[in-house]
């Protein structure tokens, strides 16, 4: 998910109370519900879609990660917050590591939920996993827990009763409306698969249902055959009605320019990352240049944010 709201998600659970268990609660847990996305560091230096969302939101740093912030926390502390207010009580830190804990653990959680993945099992594993649940970017969740912090600070300020109300209240909504879009995605899979091969597309490796933004009822559908791929789209309401557009995509991987592109550095990053990869050859003057994209970001033909391309030596 967008930082926006991994930070709405640990404003919302400072809101809900937890941020009363400690001073620093909120800081630390609105900076660790966006502590594992420290891998954009490693952009600069050549790396992107193949580190990110690896390392830093794995099982290995989902372990130490907390007792680092919690030790930047508690320097912070001790060494400027109670040098400037040295009354001020001072942090707890059982309560910091707690907090730690949840917020940093919430972020490749909402990471799992979207098409592009996340590597949960890292440094042991380097398998991507999906729940294709919701958009990477999904105002229903900004709305749902903007309001519920607003009107929980609201409250607080005021001096109104029950000030943790709303907070919770939103982050139950957003667990609802969660687990109802992975339910619909995974049914929605099931679904169109059954419908494609009894129209007589086989074999079907494996079905892509899609969130879109803005519209929870409705999925982008991509279709994986033994050839290549099918779009389409799917509405669930009044009832589910697949509408899948003409003609197979071909993925392209046999062309032997492929395999030297392969070895490419950049390509080879690239396919770390990509689970649906589509390649074309391209000839110009300037030599041999294949396209390397991923076929749920992009169409026939089309270039996606995450599209390489590489120049291979040959024909």
């Known amino acids: ?9 640990g404003a919302a659970l400072g809101q809900a ?41 794995g099982v290995l740093a989902l372990a130490v990660l907390p007792f680092l912030l919690t030790a930047a926390v508690l320097a912070w502390d001790r060494w400027v917050r109670r040098r400037r207010s040295p009354h001020a009580p001072p942090a707890d830190a059982r309560g910091v590591l707690l907090l730690s804990f949840v917020s940093i653990l919430s972020h490749p959680l909402l990471d799992w939920l979207n098409t ?11 398998r991507w996993l999906y729940g294709d649940a919701l958009f990477i970017v999904d105002p229903w969740v900004w709305a749902a827990l903007g309001l519920g912090v607003w009107l929980s600070r609201r409250r607080e300020r005021s001096g109104r009763s029950a000030p943790r109300r709303p907070a919770r209240i939103a982050a139950g909504a957003v667990a609802a409306y969660v687990a109802l879009m992975v339910a619909m995605s995974a ?26 933004p803005l519209s929870p009822l409705r999925r982008a559908i991509l279709v994986e055959t033994a050839g290549g791929y099918r779009r389409g789209e799917l509405t669930l309401v009044p009832g589910p009605r697949l509408h ?15 395999e030297r592109a392969r070895r490419v550095p950049e390509a080879r990053r690239f396919l770390v990352w990509s689970r649906y990869p589509v390649f074309r050859v391209e000839r110009t003057a300037e030599g041999t240049w294949v ?25």
């Open 187 to 212: 049914l929605s899979e099931r679904w169109v698969r059954a419908r494609v091969q009894a129209l007589g597309v086989r074999p079907v490796r494996s079905v892509l249902a899609s969130p879109v």
């Open 17 to 57: 109370g937890l941020k009363r268990r400690t001073a620093l609660g909120m800081p630390t847990l609105l900076v660790g519900a966006n502590l594992p996305d420290v891998d954009v560091l490693a952009i600069p230096f050549g790396h992107s879609l193949d580190f990110r969302r690896g390392w830093t939101h």
């Open 291 to 315: 396209h390397l994209d991923d076929a749920r970001y992009t169409g026939p033909g089309g270039r996606s944010f995450a599209g390489v391309s590489v120049r291979v030596q040959g024909r």
């Open 116 to 126: 592009y993945g996340v590597r949960l099992l890292m440094p042991f594993s380097g």
């Open 244 to 258: 899948l557009e003409p003609g197979e995509w071909p993925r392209g991987a046999a062309h032997p320019a492929v």
């Open 1 to 9: 998910m967008d930082n926006l709201c991994h930070t709405l998600a």
